[in-house]
């Protein structure tokens, strides 16, 4: 009893780490918005952890320009997510629904390192990801609720969200099984010859799974541009990371594989660890990245996520390393943008998400004959007769 104590003790000191940005003037000696490129450096929050590699510079380079943008999407899939939240509590929503709130400096970090070029497949915690590549709140609404606009057509629902002309492709439901995909698209990367990489996420609840070590065995030995990258938000479902895994370093366990564990709550760090990663993995093969971050909702819509975990946990997370509270404080603190002007931002951002929602509850449902479509490739379809066999009761188109 004592030894859990202690172990779940130190797990949430791990999970909540200072910000070490402060705000250094007064909110009346702001100037306004700023879209201006000349380059800042500023330091991640924390060191990169390595495994058989160098790790990044902690000083990265970025504008202003960037850190309002990055501040601009995490407040939009903050709020998005929210309103799934209601949406389906108010059951316009159903089934599955893993939402992403806490998370979101992964999905901008990521996007800001890479192209349209480079691939993206994940788990089931999609929704951020899929606007990261480009997707927009009318497809997301139209998809958790099921309708004609959905970026699946309303079939795939929250679990199954894809945008193959931007590089992501999926929103995968079974546990795990998106890593082997995303090794051989990497092996096509690398087979075209186009400088491209394959970005593959899991959580750590995934990181147990065996197909996961054998697509990694693959790709070192291919020296596959595929890079790893376990979302590491302590709870795979409700069981804390050192109950399921012996070793819980997930940076490390490539072995022959090198790692990086990154703050994944610190968007300039992802962005960092990112550009590093793509190119280690064109000259050199695959790499894992462990993002240290934390989802603020329970794993699904079903759970209330304050069974395995205090509120105070939860709550301090908020306080000490929120992704968007970092990034705001940084707008601040170098004269970027005003409280005021990032509070608009935000209301604007309510509003856009406001509006797609509206739009999304006018979409139609899909015709019962789409039961039958993107089953099989285009013209390779099959027909289904009565039970006489008489009578041709479906044709696939």
């Given at each position: 009893?004592?030894?859990?104590?202690?172990?779940?003790?130190?797990?949430?000191?791990?999970?909540?780490?200072?910000?070490?940005?402060?705000?250094?003037?007064?909110?009346?000696?702001?100037?306004?918005?700023?879209?201006?490129?000349?380059?800042?450096?500023?330091?991640?929050?924390?060191?990169y952890?390595?495994?058989?590699?160098?790790?990044?510079?902690?000083?990265?380079?970025t504008?202003?320009?960037?850190?309002?943008?990055?501040?601009?999407?995490?407040?939009?899939?903050?709020?998005m997510?929210?309103?799934?939240?209601?949406?389906?509590?108010?059951?316009?929503?159903?089934?599955?629904?893993?939402?992403?709130?806490?998370?979101?400096?992964?999905?901008?970090?990521?996007?800001?390192?890479?192209t349209?070029?480079?691939?993206?497949?994940?788990?089931?915690?999609?929704?951020?990801?899929?606007?990261?590549?480009?997707?927009?709140?009318?497809?997301?609404?139209?998809?958790?609720?099921?309708?004609?606009?959905?970026?699946?057509?309303?079939?795939?629902?929250?679990?199954?969200?894809?945008?193959?002309?931007?590089?992501f492709?999926?929103?995968?439901?079974?546990?795990?099984?998106q890593?082997?995909?995303?090794?051989?698209?990497?092996?096509?990367?690398?087979?075209?010859?186009?400088?491209?990489?394959?970005?593959?996420l899991?959580?750590?609840?995934?990181?147990?799974?065996?197909?996961l070590?054998?697509?990694?065995?693959?790709?070192?030995?291919?020296d596959?541009?595929?890079?790893?990258?376990?979302?590491?938000?302590?709870?795979?479902?409700g069981?804390?990371?050192?109950?399921?895994?012996?070793?819980?370093?997930?940076?490390?366990?490539?072995?022959?594989?090198?790692?990086?564990?990154?703050?994944?709550?610190?968007?300039?760090?992802?962005?960092?660890?990112?550009?590093?990663?793509?190119?280690?993995?064109?000259?050199?093969?695959?790499?894992?990245?462990?993002?240290?971050?934390?989802?603020?909702?329970?794993?699904?819509?079903?759970?209330?996520?304050?069974?395995?975990?205090?509120?105070?946990?939860?709550?301090?997370?908020?306080?000490?390393?929120?992704?968007?509270?970092?990034?705001?404080?940084?707008?601040?603190?170098?004269?970027?943008?005003?409280?005021?002007?990032?509070?608009?931002?935000?209301?604007?951002?309510?509003?856009?998400?406001?509006?797609?929602?509206?739009?999304?509850?006018?979409?139609?449902?899909?015709?019962?004959?789409?039961?039958?479509?993107?089953?099989?490739?285009?013209?390779?379809?099959?027909?289904?007769?009565?039970?006489?066999?008489?009578?041709?009761?479906?044709?696939?188109?």
């Amino acid at each position: 009893m004592a030894l859990s104590h202690l172990a779940s003790s130190a797990s949430r000191s791990k999970l909540m780490r200072p910000i070490t940005t402060a705000l250094s003037r007064s909110l009346s000696l702001r100037r306004p918005i700023s879209t201006d490129s000349k380059p800042l450096t500023i330091e991640t929050s924390v060191p990169y952890g390595s495994h058989n590699c160098e790790a990044p510079s902690r000083s990265v380079q970025t504008t202003s320009e960037e850190l309002f943008s990055f501040f601009h999407d995490m407040a939009k899939m903050r709020r998005m997510e929210i309103a799934a939240d209601s949406l389906y509590k108010a059951k316009l929503i159903r089934g599955f629904c893993h939402l992403y709130d806490g998370q979101e400096a992964v999905a901008v970090g990521m996007e800001a390192a890479i192209t349209k070029k480079d691939s993206i497949i994940t788990a089931y915690r999609d929704h951020c990801t899929f606007v990261g590549r480009g997707g927009t709140l009318l497809e997301v609404f139209s998809e958790l609720m099921g309708r004609q606009d959905g970026c699946s057509k309303g079939k795939g629902g929250s679990m199954h969200f894809y945008r193959k002309k931007d590089g992501f492709y999926g929103g995968h439901g079974i546990v795990g099984a998106q890593v082997p995909l995303g090794c051989g698209l990497a092996f096509a990367q690398k087979y075209s010859k186009d400088e491209s990489v394959a970005f593959t996420l899991y959580g750590d609840g995934a990181a147990n799974q065996g197909q996961l070590f054998e697509a990694l065995n693959i790709a070192a030995l291919w020296d596959l541009p595929a890079i790893l990258v376990c979302e590491n938000n302590h709870y795979g479902m409700g069981t804390a990371e050192w109950r399921a895994a012996k070793s819980h370093s997930y940076y490390k366990r490539g072995d022959y594989v090198p790692g990086l564990k990154v703050d994944g709550m610190d968007a300039l760090a992802v962005k960092q660890a990112c550009k590093f990663a793509k190119e280690h993995a064109l000259k050199n093969g695959p790499i894992i990245l462990e993002m240290d971050t934390y989802r603020y909702h329970g794993h699904s819509m079903s759970d209330p996520g304050s069974t395995y975990r205090t509120r105070d946990e939860i709550s301090g997370v908020r306080q000490e390393r929120d992704p968007i509270e970092r990034i705001r404080k940084l707008l601040l603190a170098h004269d970027i943008a005003t409280e005021k002007e990032l509070k608009d931002i935000e209301k604007e951002v309510r509003k856009e998400v406001d509006q797609a929602i509206a739009q999304a509850k006018e979409s139609p449902m899909p015709e019962p004959s789409e039961l039958f479509t993107n089953v099989y490739v285009k013209g390779l379809g099959t027909e289904a007769f009565g039970a006489d066999r008489k009578e041709v009761r479906v044709k696939l188109p």
